[in-house]
């Protein structure tokens, strides 16, 4: 919630999407007079994406006032409390092209032999959500099939079909970039058994050096559901050194997810 307040105190205008709300939450939107869409978990996060980008598209007049569209999903938390993700959000629109299409991301894989922007944050410019071919693709998206169904036809398919049309991708931090220039990527890679750039997943396997280069979010599935390795703790257990003042409600949302997440019917 900080971090949705912050964003909108920097001029952003801030939906959120979800298929369940906690009445709290609502409350506490409301009383922000940030709206809200409730639907069916159709597509998980990338059905979400999608329905708001053809939704958008139906409104030519708003359309035309956006100069960027971020997307983003619940697979992250923020670190080092909300100023950190407007920074990274400010740089990201600062840095894009005023005329030509281009779609940023926090980050970039070749995992699953397939060059892509991960789409836990997405920012598209203003020539690319009017882009024929952005508004093709969201149309056409099949919310049909299992969970890696969807990311192999969305988040790959999605940066494939950008790529192939002449669209610019770029990554904030990106796979080349923190193994060039973030000495400690490789070692923390090394903890994984990662030897090859298409095994790599920054976001899971390299989540400390990102941390230390900038990064503002964190994977829930680094400290949840991250399968374990030999020698390698458990990731919570090494979060502290990298949390700062401004997180000091982080241990109070940590629990209330451990609950959320491990709650039996």
Not at 71 to 79: A, M, Q, R
Not at 213 to 240: A, M, T
Request: charged content about 20%; some cysteine.
């Amino acid at each position: 919630m900080a971090v949705l307040l912050a964003i909108r105190d920097q001029g952003w205008q801030v939906v959120v999407s979800s298929s369940k709300l906690a009445p709290s939450v609502l409350t506490e939107l409301n009383h922000h007079n940030i709206p809200f869409l409730l639907r069916n978990n159709i597509g998980l996060c990338l059905g979400a994406y999608r329905d708001f980008c053809c939704l958008l598209s139906e409104s030519p007049d708003l359309l035309a006032t956006r100069s960027h569209l971020a997307l983003v999903n619940d697979s992250t938390l923020p670190i080092g409390g909300p100023q950190p993700f407007v920074r990274i959000l400010a740089a990201m629109a600062s840095g894009q092209s005023d005329s030509s299409p281009q779609l940023n991301g926090i980050t970039d894989s070749i995992e699953r032999d397939t060059y892509h922007l991960q789409s836990y944050l997405l920012l598209a410019n203003a020539a690319l959500i009017k882009d024929p071919s952005w508004q093709q693709f969201w149309h056409s998206f099949d919310l049909t099939g299992s969970k890696d169904d969807l990311i192999n036809s969305g988040e790959l398919g999605l940066s494939q079909e950008l790529l192939r049309v002449g669209v610019h991708l770029e990554a904030q931090h990106s796979l080349v970039g923190m193994l060039l220039e973030e000495s400690c990527t490789n070692n923390e890679l090394a903890r994984f058994e990662v030897r090859e750039p298409r095994g790599i997943n920054l976001s899971l396997y390299a989540w400390q050096a990102l941390l230390r280069s900038g990064c503002p979010l964190l994977k829930k599935q680094v400290l949840f559901n991250l399968r374990p390795y030999p020698n390698v703790p458990i990731p919570l257990s090494e979060l502290k050194q990298h949390l700062k003042e401004e997180d000091f409600d982080l241990k109070h949302d940590l629990e209330e997810l451990i609950r959320s997440r491990y709650l039996t019917h």
